[in-house]
């Protein structure tokens, strides 16, 4: 069973090999193979090499076309501060002082900011691994755009004091998810990875996830999956266990859980829905092997029975994070 196979047993709760590893490595690839992060971020071929070795080094599941998440905001117009070793962030924002999202174009894929390099890695890692591993594009979700696009206390306070203009916003939002998206799954990913750490329960309340988020999310998965994505795989960090429940409603096949959440909770919160969670990311700097290899053992018993299920972190692995964690997680699963 290669590691493609692997995870479609898995979200169909089918008989398997043995547990698929899924560690979020994006930074750390970089890393791992001594290449600044700030060139990594930029360079599509070079994103590729790195995912691609980080692959032979550790031998998981399922590699991964993401940059981070400024890709989509700086593709509409706003700008970023790169440093060499860590990620980018918004210096000025697309949306300054709230204006007019109807001044601003859906940005396409082929030609805006950093979209086509992130294709071209797309394509590379599609076309070196096929249908043996799981090749993962990643969009950022609508609310997590939404505040990329205005930074987040404006966005907060926009969203509370005139619901209809915030709403505009995520529809945009929403839209951008989309046509990037799409435009991966064409490239060559199997399935683009939503990433929404701003609809966290942590940021935004449960209400508002369900009455302004939930319908956004739906229109992005129908999307991906009427364009070909193999499942739809929703990543929100954070304490959601108030939020969970909507996840099939959203059309989530692969829910991801933080270690806020116990993974008996998770179980009870979505029987049927393939879980993927939830090893603590810090852990990955800051312990030891064997701390490592004993949680992810414990994840994998707690889920044997039930199937459905990716070993994962709760969100990104730190790119400082320790090889031989990684490795400990990896072999955890080989065992169980």
Same mark, same amino acid.
């Given at each position: 069973?290669?590691?493609? &196979? ?23 690839? $970089? ?42 905001? &700086? ?8 440093? @060499? ?73 926009? $969203? ?25 799954? +064409? ?23 369900? @009455? ?49 959440? @116990? ?22 700097? +800051? ?32 790119? +400082?994070?320790?090889? @031989? ?12």
């Amino acid at each position: 069973m290669n590691s493609l &196979e692997r995870i479609k047993a898995a979200l169909a709760f089918a008989p398997l090999d043995r547990t698929p590893a899924v560690p979020q490595l994006f930074g750390h690839a $970089a890393v791992l193979a001594g290449v600044a992060l700030g060139d990594y971020l930029r360079d599509g071929s070079l994103l590729a090499r790195c995912q691609l070795g980080a692959l032979q080094r550790y031998g998981h599941d399922v590699v991964f076309a993401f940059m981070d998440l400024c890709v989509e905001t &700086e593709a509409v117009g706003s700008t970023l501060q790169y440093r @060499e070793h860590q990620y980018p962030d918004v210096a000025s924002y697309a949306l300054a002082s709230a204006g007019d999202v109807a001044a601003l174009a859906v940005p396409d894929p082929a030609v805006a900011g950093r979209m086509p390099q992130l294709l071209r890695a797309a394509g590379i890692l599609r076309g070196e691994l096929g249908d043996t591993v799981l090749v993962a594009g990643c969009v950022a979700g609508p609310m997590t755009l939404a505040t990329q696009l205005l930074g987040i206390e404006t966005a907060l306070y926009l $969203a509370a004091d005139d619901p209809a203009s915030f709403e505009k916003i995520l529809d945009f939002s929403a839209a951008v998810s989309i046509r990037y998206g799409v435009a991966q799954i +064409e490239a060559g990913v199997h399935l683009p990875i939503v990433f929404d750490p701003s609809a966290s329960p942590a940021v935004v309340p449960p209400q508002f996830f369900r @009455e302004l988020l939930l319908p956004r999310l739906q229109r992005v998965f129908a999307a991906f999956r009427q364009a070909g994505a193999l499942a739809n795989w929703l990543n929100i960090a954070g304490p959601t266990a108030a939020t969970l429940p909507y996840y099939p409603e959203a059309g989530v096949d692969i829910a991801n859980f933080d270690y806020y959440v @116990e993974p008996q909770r998770a179980q009870q919160l979505l029987p049927a829905t393939c879980l993927d969670g939830n090893l603590k990311s810090l852990d990955f700097v +800051e312990a030891q092997p064997e701390q490592i290899a004993a949680a992810a053992t414990r994840l994998v018993e707690v889920f044997v029975a039930r199937g459905g299920f990716l070993l994962s972190s709760g969100c990104e692995i730190p790119p +400082e994070a320790k090889p @031989e964690n990684i490795a400990a997680m990896v072999a955890a699963c080989r065992k169980g």
